[in-house]
């Protein structure tokens, strides 16, 4: 039983670049979510969608764009990185009404 | 808009003793759940315990449990018999809505001495 997968783990790369975090689930959870955590901030929510081609945005979507073609995919693209994307990223998923469950996060540095 | 919020960054516990973190929560809906997640250094979240707000009785797991107040839109955690693996960052956590979007507080570290 895998659960939710995050890859990569670990990632550096340079302002101006873009890059994909890629986050899989494997219990066929309607709903996923991308938070990003920051010293002093808790986890913050960027988007999050309720189902396949249903995407929303959550408190800080700037400089992000996501997509869902497959329910147990969610990936998370920054277009053009920042370094105030550097971050400890997390993917979460939950039925409607239930528990998230989350992924055991991408730490990224944007040098 | 609904905030979380943890007013203890850090904690100290000795091992075998009792611990309780405050949080306290604000929202305009009647219908939420909340959440207390343990995140180790390993920075996996872990789900420690749920309370939904519509249950007057108060969530228990295991060394676990939390003081609901609702009217004082409080939610404490107690761990009972502290070990060495408690050692963690918790954050509060609150739902509202079908969305179940998560709002966090900021955390508390807790340390745990021998």
């Known amino acids: 039983d895998a659960g939710i997968t995050q890859s990569p783990r670990y990632k550096i790369t340079e302002t101006g670049r873009q890059v994909t975090l890629m986050c899989h689930q494997t219990?066929?959870?309607?709903?996923m979510f991308w938070y990003r955590q920051d010293l002093g901030h808790g986890l913050r929510l960027i988007y999050y969608s309720a189902a396949a081609d249903i995407t929303d945005k959550g408190e800080v979507p700037d400089g992000y764009v996501v997509s869902r073609s497959k329910t147990e995919n969610f990936p998370l693209t920054l277009e053009s990185a920042t370094r105030s994307q550097t971050s400890v990223y997390f993917c979460?998923?939950?039925?409607?009404?239930?528990?998230?469950?989350f992924g055991p996060g991408t730490r990224l540095l944007v040098l | 808009a609904q905030t979380v919020t943890q007013s203890q960054p850090e904690m100290s516990v000795q091992e075998a003793e009792t611990v309780t973190l405050s949080c306290t929560y604000d929202t305009s809906e009647s219908d939420y759940y909340l959440f207390w997640y343990k995140q180790p250094p390993s920075r996996q979240m872990i789900l420690v315990i749920r309370?939904?707000?519509?249950?007057?009785q108060n969530a228990t797991e295991n060394r676990f449990s939390v003081n609901f107040q609702k009217a004082a839109k409080s939610f404490s955690l107690k761990i009972s018999d502290s070990q060495l693996g408690d050692a963690a960052m918790y954050f509060c956590?609150?739902?509202?809505?079908?969305?179940?979007?998560?709002?966090f507080g900021t955390g508390t570290r807790l340390q745990v001495t021998l």
């Open positions: 309370q939904e707000a519509y249950k007057q």
């Open positions: 956590a609150l739902k509202t809505g079908t969305a179940s979007k998560l709002t």
């Open positions: 979460a998923s939950s039925v409607l009404e239930e528990t998230q469950y």
């Open positions: 219990w066929s959870h309607s709903y």
